[in-house]
């Protein structure tokens, strides 16, 4: 039920995710592409924090809260995630967010094999997972595209762990993959965009921003969006 994800999207509080968890070091998105790329859709419409909305939305799809203020949860949810110390502190803060709304959050973390290996099952609620930045957008395929949904004899097929299907964005996606005028790629890309953005399949959070410390002598480094190590191809060391 999409009224359900919107009200998880709109009980979630992520610029306080990014100034207590990445001390202010990141920015909320509403797209898996990082801020400065060609393809990223400008023109989303931001998800805001509204406790209240989300409530409505979840009353909509007849998921009331049984008493009110009270104890008692509205519903609860799974939510996995690997034990790394991060993960689960971003995990522990976006339960008591959705508990300000009714939802009772049932937390499991685990090693992350056995975490990984539900998730590509679907054997999951929620979860969160970090990515690399994407430089192709044609990575959405990968994410996005129904014929990249894991199945029980092939759980690698895909990164659609969502089990998202959507016959519009497999066209688009397929269509994106032929078309080699950029312009062309953008306004499909923005396309795709859009619509994960109505379906929410999934909620991105934030891109953390990179940050580059070095030694006065050193020279030549390049910081690309995507924060991969060519950026040391032009490094050398000057002076003492």
Same mark, same amino acid.
């Given at each position: 039920?999409?009224?359900?994800?919107?009200?998880?999207?709109?009980?979630? =509080?992520?610029?306080?995710?990014?100034?207590?968890?990445?001390?202010?070091?990141?920015?909320?998105?509403?797209?898996?592409?990082?801020?400065?790329?060609?393809?990223?859709? +400008? +023109?989303?419409?931001?998800?805001?924090?509204?406790?209240?909305?989300?409530? &409505?939305?979840?009353?909509?799809?007849?998921?009331?809260?049984?008493?009110?203020?009270?104890? $008692?949860?509205?519903?609860?949810?799974?939510? $996995?995630?690997?034990? =790394?110390?991060?993960?689960?502190?971003?995990?522990?803060?976006?339960?008591?967010?959705?508990?300000?709304?009714?939802?009772?959050?049932?937390? %499991?973390?685990?090693?992350?094999?056995?975490?990984?290996?539900?998730?590509? $099952?679907?054997?999951?609620?929620?979860?969160?997972?970090?990515?690399?930045?994407?430089?192709?957008?044609?990575?959405?395929?990968?994410?996005?595209?129904?014929?990249?949904?894991?199945?029980?004899?092939?759980?690698?097929?895909?990164?659609?762990? *969502?089990?998202?299907?959507?016959? +519009?964005? =497999? &066209?688009?996606?397929?269509?994106?993959?032929?078309? *080699?005028?950029?312009? $062309? %790629?953008?306004?499909?890309?923005?396309?795709?965009?859009?619509?994960?953005? %109505?379906?929410?399949? *999934?909620?991105?959070?934030?891109?953390?921003?990179?940050?580059?410390?070095?030694?006065?002598?050193? +020279?030549?480094? %390049? *910081?690309?969006?995507?924060?991969?190590?060519?950026?040391?191809?032009?490094?050398?060391?000057?002076?003492?």
């Amino acid at each position: 039920d999409r009224r359900v994800r919107e009200g998880l999207a709109l009980a979630l =509080d992520r610029e306080l995710l990014v100034r207590t968890l990445w001390r202010g070091l990141g920015v909320v998105t509403e797209t898996l592409l990082p801020p400065g790329h060609w393809a990223r859709n +400008e +023109e989303l419409p931001p998800t805001p924090y509204d406790p209240r909305a989300a409530a &409505a939305r979840f009353d909509e799809a007849g998921l009331t809260d049984p008493d009110g203020p009270g104890p $008692k949860p509205r519903f609860t949810l799974q939510y $996995k995630t690997s034990t =790394d110390a991060l993960p689960v502190a971003i995990a522990r803060v976006i339960a008591a967010q959705l508990a300000e709304v009714g939802i009772a959050i049932e937390l %499991r973390p685990l090693e992350f094999h056995l975490f990984l290996s539900d998730v590509k $099952k679907g054997n999951f609620q929620l979860y969160t997972l970090s990515s690399s930045e994407i430089a192709e957008p044609n990575v959405y395929r990968n994410f996005f595209h129904s014929s990249f949904i894991p199945s029980p004899k092939n759980l690698d097929a895909g990164l659609n762990r *969502m089990r998202y299907r959507n016959p +519009e964005i =497999d &066209a688009l996606l397929d269509e994106g993959q032929r078309e *080699m005028d950029r312009d $062309k %790629r953008r306004v499909i890309y923005a396309r795709v965009q859009t619509l994960l953005g %109505r379906d929410l399949p *999934m909620l991105p959070l934030w891109h953390p921003d990179n940050v580059t410390v070095a030694r006065r002598v050193v +020279e030549g480094f %390049r *910081m690309w969006p995507t924060a991969q190590l060519s950026g040391l191809v032009g490094v050398r060391k000057v002076g003492d």
